[in-house]
């Protein structure tokens, strides 16, 4: 249980296109998903906290015009790198709580974008 | 100020030696310590979550413990398989459900 997919797993684009990334929640439902970015050899860096049915929650410093969040149903929530550039190119990974008693992050297999 | 600090940074190990990795954080109001295990390019695996003091966990040939400082992973007798990165994340009782994650802890097991 708790199996949460992300498509694409990875994507090449062009300076200036925009990149849509699905998270799914296959097989639970997910009020609350997170998106975060992971550059090489460091850590988790959470840029924002999507809730269904209304506005992601972003992180300071994390452009909301830029990463915009859209958390329609209790199963997916998209990622949406706008007019993407070279340093935007990073693996990000999407996560979706449970909910009941331990809430926890249950998180996808991540997608690699690269922008040339 | 970091609030969730790993060490060691990396970890060599020979298939059979224990060891134990750490996880120290400095947060008010602790909901939750978390610990995932990610292999290269792929997302993070959950293993344990520990709440409160005294707390332990287990799964195989690892263990989680639980202090008001600092948690402990402790790994017996791994085998090349464990090889991986090994992260920690605490949840503050006054972020909601957000993880704030330490750098990891990288884990080779040689046979």
């Known amino acids: 249980g708790a199996v949460v997919s992300q498509h694409p797993s990875w994507v090449i684009c062009k300076s200036g296109t925009s990149v849509k990334i699905e998270c799914r929640s296959l097989?639970?439902?997910?009020?609350?998903m997170f998106w975060y970015r992971q550059f090489p050899k460091q850590s988790l860096m959470l840029m924002a906290t999507s809730n269904e049915g209304s506005k992601a929650t972003y992180e300071q410093g994390v452009e909301k015009d830029k990463f915009l969040i859209n958390h329609a149903s209790l199963t997916l929530s998209t990622l949406t790198v706008t007019s993407a550039h070279p340093e935007d190119s990073s693996f990000y990974i999407c996560?979706?709580?449970?909910?009941?008693?331990?809430?926890?992050?249950?998180f996808g297999p991540g997608t690699r974008l690269l922008v040339l | 100020e970091d609030q969730v600090t790993q060490s060691p940074e990396a970890l060599r190990l020979q298939e059979g030696e224990s060891s134990s990795l750490n996880c120290s954080y400095t947060?008010?109001?602790?909901?939750?310590l978390f610990w995932y295990r990610q292999d290269p390019g792929k997302g993070p695996e959950f293993l344990f979550t520990l709440y409160s003091a005294g707390e332990e966990k287990e799964k195989e040939r690892l263990k989680a413990t639980l202090t008001k400082k600092e948690s402990f992973l402790h790994i017996t007798a791994p085998k090349p398989e464990d090889s991986a990165t090994y992260l920690c994340a605490v949840q503050e009782g006054s972020e909601g459900y957000a993880l704030n994650f330490g750098k990891g802890t990288s884990l080779l097991v040689t046979p």
């Open positions: 996560s979706a709580l449970t909910s009941g008693r331990g809430e926890t992050q249950y």
């Open positions: 097989d639970f439902q997910a009020t609350t």
């Open positions: 947060v008010s109001g602790l909901r939750g």
